[in-house]
């Protein structure tokens, strides 16, 4: 057993070594994983809506889980292929491991739960608004990153989240902006889920860093497995599978569902390996540029143009990101450049 632990200990040692490597090797590595995954969730997101107009939840979590389940089991095969023992780390032997395995188990049902609390808010709001709220878990992601994983807490990403979160209220729309008296009901309603929503996406960033030492395939395949199973036996339960006789099912249908399926799976991908190689609160912020993403795709997808308070509130969302990338590239210069020095008020 001790010489287990020892090997496991060991190999975390390895890891970590190959992985300051890698992050010195390239510093925008986990900015640019953040991105993809950043683009794809609000893609996702875009095409969600378009389902959440026709199809039930449940239904669509049939079709979308099992592809994304499907995506993961090569990097899993591949593993115990060219390396056994990275599957083990952090999981194996059970009973030293008993904390990884609960934040294992706490990630895969909020992951698994969240694309059905969208939904229920994309009832009542814009995917647009849905995703400008979900934005706002930047702050709590950067904060609690500081509290509870010990990472710093610079002025300069302090003061780019909350140029963001400013950017982020403004695309709220408040009553004062547009000349209204109050708001509306039905937009309360869809806000306060969609708060919901950001409060387990907040939790799910910083348990994803905590295990950053577990394989990003068993993490990933165990969730998309217990959410096909949670999708089916929910479906089944509340007969939700009629759908596809009832509501006239085309290809396109399918063909969606198969591709926010594909796109979830490549959004949680990149998201694991950016907190494998990145500080949390730095992924939270570079994430917040999911409001540009989504903006675009609904103006592209739905016909929705965004007006000049998204453009002003997206302005100042991409301002605190482009201040946190440039920060990176100035951390990762020696410290005798001159660029380095020149910028060096980046770094505080």
């Known amino acids: ?29 986990g900015v640019g994983y953040t991105l993809i995954s950043t683009a794809a969730f609000s893609l996702a997101s875009t095409l969600l809506k378009k389902s959440a107009a026709k199809w039930h939840p449940f239904t669509v979590g049939v079709v979308t889980f099992p592809v994304a389940t499907i995506f993961f089991i090569p990097f899993v095969i591949y593993g115990m292929i060219t390396n056994p023992k990275s599957l083990k780390v952090g999981l194996i032997p059970w009973k030293e491991n008993k904390t990884s395995l609960f934040f294992v188990g706490v990630r895969t049902f909020l992951s698994s739960v969240i694309p059905f609390v969208l939904v229920w808010s994309l009832q009542y709001i814009s995917v647009g608004d849905m995703r400008t709220i979900l934005a706002a878990s930047v702050i709590s992601v950067h904060f609690v990153g500081w509290a509870w994983l010990g990472e710093k807490c610079g002025v300069v990403p302090t003061l780019a989240a909350i140029l963001a979160l400013v950017g982020i209220g403004v695309l709220t729309r408040p009553p004062i902006l547009i000349g209204k008296e109050a708001f509306d009901q039905n937009t309360l309603v869809g806000v306060s889920i969609a708060v919901l929503a950001m409060a387990m996406v907040t939790l799910i960033i910083v348990v994803v860093r905590w295990l ?14 217990w959410a096909t199973l949670q999708s089916l036996v929910l479906a089944l339960i509340f007969n939700t599978l009629e759908e596809f006789n009832t509501k006239g099912t085309t290809w396109e249908d399918i063909g969606a569902m198969v591709a926010i399926g ?3 799976a490549i959004g949680n991908l990149c998201l694991v390996l950016a907190l ?73």
């Open 212 to 225: 950053q030492y577990v394989h990003q395939g068993v993490l990933n395949l165990s969730l998309y497995a």
């Open 276 to 348: 494998q190689i990145e500080e949390a609160g730095i992924v939270g912020l570079i994430r917040t540029s999911e409001v540009v993403f989504t903006f675009g795709w609904q103006w592209i997808l739905l016909g929705v143009p965004p007006d000049w308070i998204s453009m002003l509130g997206a302005l100042l969302v991409v301002s605190g990101v482009v201040a946190v990338i440039a920060r990176k590239l100035v951390q990762a210069l020696p410290k005798t450049n001159e660029v380095r020095k020149s910028f060096n008020f980046l770094l505080k």
């Open 1 to 29: 057993m001790v010489q287990t632990i020892s090997q496991i200990e060991n190999f975390n040692e390895e890891v970590e070594g190959s992985k300051k490597k890698e992050k010195s090797g390239c510093a925008g590595l």
């Open 262 to 264: 594909v796109l979830w």
